[in-house]
C-alpha cells in the first residue's frame, strides 16, 4: 500500500502548481444555458480589458470593488495566506476596514477554465452551506473574488492543525451534517446540479457560529438532470485520499464519487487522522484500510480519536460508522444518495443529544455509565439499512479490487487544490 500511495502522490504533484491546459477537455456534454460560464473573452467590460467574461454572474448582486481598493486591502497582496495552482488567498478589511473578507486572486494565465465552475455555483440561488460571494474585481487583466471571511478558518485546521482539545461530539456531528447539505444543495439543484470533485477538510469552511459552508469550486463539474447517475467522462481531479476508486480507473465522475470523498471526511472527524499519513496511520496503510482492519479485528478503540472515546453515544458511534462505511463503499452505486446520507446524520445527532440528556440526569444521580470502550459496538457480522438498501459490516470492510468490467483510464491527469 505504501507504495501505491507513493506512486499516486508522485502522479498528482507532477501535476500540482500547473493546471491541465485543458482541465475541462473532458467533459462530453455541457448543459444546454451553461456554455456562458466557459466563455472567455477578450475584454471584461472596462477599459482596460484582458478579462475573463463573467457573463453567468447576476453582477446588481455583489459588490465590484476597483484594483486599488483591493490593493489597499491586501497590502499591495502581500503576506498571502495560502495558495493553489489556480489562485492566492488573503485576508483583509473592506468597506471602510469595517468587513473582514478573503480575497482570491486568480493566476491570470489560469482564470479562464478555473474560475468558470466557481462562478457557476455562485450563480445558483444562495444556500447557508456553500460560502458567498459578495463582490469581485475585473480590472487590468486581474480577476478576484471577494468572500466574507470565515472567522473559525477550515475543518482541517481544527482536526490537524491545532493544539487545543476537539470540538465537542455533538459540535462536529453538527458539522458534518452542514457538508451534507451543502452537497445535497449541489447535487439536486434545480437551476444546475453540481458534483465539487474536491470535498475535504480544507475545503469546508466555518463561520463565527460554526456554521460549515462548502468552498472552491473550481474543480467542481456541472452536469444535466439526466446524467446524474451516469457520470460525467472528464479527466481525473482532486486530492489523493479522497477520490473514489471507480473515478480514478474510468474518469467519470458522478455525485457518488462526491459521497465517497464525504466518506473520507466522516473517518478524518472520527479520528483526526489523514488519509494517507505514515506517521499516524498503522503499518503505512491508508486510513480507511486501517479503520476496516480494525474492525475486522475488534479494535476500533486503536483508530479512533482517543479524545471521544466516552464522548459518543453508543447508539450513535454505531450508527455514525455506517453511515461513513456506507459512503465509502467500492461500488459507487452502492453508495447511498446524498439526501439519505443527510438524514441518516441528522438521526445520528438526536441520538447523541437524547443520550446526552440521559447521563446529565444520571450523572445528577450518581448513576451514570458511561461506555469506555467502542470495540464491541460494531459487528462484523451486522447488517443496516440507509435509504431503503441493506449493507453487511462485513461486505464494506473487505479492501477495494476493480471490477473486471472497468476499464482503467490511460495517464490519468489530476487537477488538485492543495491541502
Known amino acids: ?68 481598493e483591493i490593493r489597499a486591502a491586501t497590502n499591495d497582496f502581500n503576506d498571502a495566506i495560502g495558495q493553489d495552482c489556480w489562485f492566492r488567498l488573503y485576508k483583509g478589511c473592506m468597506v471602510e476596514g469595517t468587513r473582514a473578507v478573503i480575497i482570491k486572486l486568480y493566476n491570470s494565465r489560469r482564470f479562464g477554465e478555473s474560475v468558470s465552475a466557481e462562478i457557476g455555483v455562485q450563480s445558483l440561488t444562495c444556500h447557508p452551506n456553500i460560502v458567498s460571494l459578495i463582490g469581485f474585481c475585473e480590472e487590468k487583466h486581474e480577476l478576484i473574488l471577494v468572500y466574507d471571511c470565515m472567522v473559525n478558518g477550515t ?17 462536529q456531528l453538527e458539522i458534518c451534517i452542514g457538508i451534507a447539505r451543502g452537497l445535497e444543495y449541489l447535487h439536486t439543484n434545480v437551476e444546475q446540479q453540481f458534483i465539487h470533485c474536491g470535498i475535504k477538510p480544507s475545503n469546508v469552511l ?10 472552491n469550486f473550481e474543480l467542481a463539474l456541472p452536469i ?49 487522522k489523514r488519509p494517507f499519513d505514515s506517521n499516524q496511520n498503522e503499518g503505512n496503510v491508508s486510513l480507511l484500510d486501517w479503520f476496516r482492519i480494525c474492525i475486522k479485528r475488534g479494535t476500533i478503540d486503536e ?53 446526552e440528556n440521559s447521563v446529565q440526569m444520571s450523572d445528577e444521580l450518581h448513576t451514570a455509565n458511561i461506555t469506555r470502550s467502542y470495540n464491541d459496538i460494531i459487528s462484523i457480522k451486522s447488517e443496516f439499512t440507509i435509504g431503503g438498501q441493506s449493507y453487511l459490516i462485513s461486505d464494506l470492510v473487505q479492501p477495494w479490487t476493480p471490477i473486471s468490467s472497468w476499464t482503467p483510464i490511460s495517464s490519468p491527469e489530476y487537477s488538485s487544490s492543495s491541502e
Open 206 to 215: 466555518l463561520d463565527n457560529e460554526w456554521v460549515a459552508k462548502i468552498g
Open 303 to 355: 483508530v479512533i480519536d482517543p479524545y471521544l472515546i466516552g464522548k459518543i453515544a453508543p447508539e450513535c458511534f454505531r450508527h455514525y460508522v455506517n453511515i461513513a462505511l456506507s459512503c465509502l463503499a467500492n461500488e459507487g452505486i452502492r453508495r447511498p444518495f446524498t439526501n439519505d446520507v443527510l438524514g441518516s446524520l441528522q438521526s445520528s445527532l438526536e441520538m447523541q443529544e437524547a443520550w
Open 155 to 171: 475543518l482541517q485546521s481544527h482536526l490537524h492543525e491545532t493544539n487545543m482539545d476537539p470540538l465537542l461530539w455533538k459540535k
Open 224 to 272: 444535466p438532470t439526466s446524467m446524474a447517475s451516469e457520470g460525467v467522462e472528464t479527466t481525473v481531479r482532486g486530492t489523493v485520499g479522497y477520490i473514489a476508486p471507480e473515478f480514478f480507473l474510468t474518469g467519470k465522475a458522478t455525485t457518488k464519487t462526491d459521497l465517497y470523498s464525504f466518506g473520507v471526511v466522516l473517518l478524518e472527524v472520527l479520528c483526526t
Open 1 to 68: 500500500m505504501a507504495e501505491v500511495v507513493q506512486s499516486l502522490n508522485s502522479a498528482l504533484e507532477s501535476f500540482r502548481g500547473r493546471l491541465h491546459a485543458k482541465a475541462f477537455r473532458g467533459i462530453k456534454i455541457v448543459p444546454k444555458g451553461l456554455n456562458r460560464w466557459w466563455r472567455a473573452g477578450k475584454g471584461n467590460g472596462s477599459k482596460d480589458g484582458g478579462g475573463p467574461i463573467l457573463v453567468g454572474l447576476n453582477r446588481s448582486l455583489y459588490s465590484r470593488f476597483s484594483l486599488a
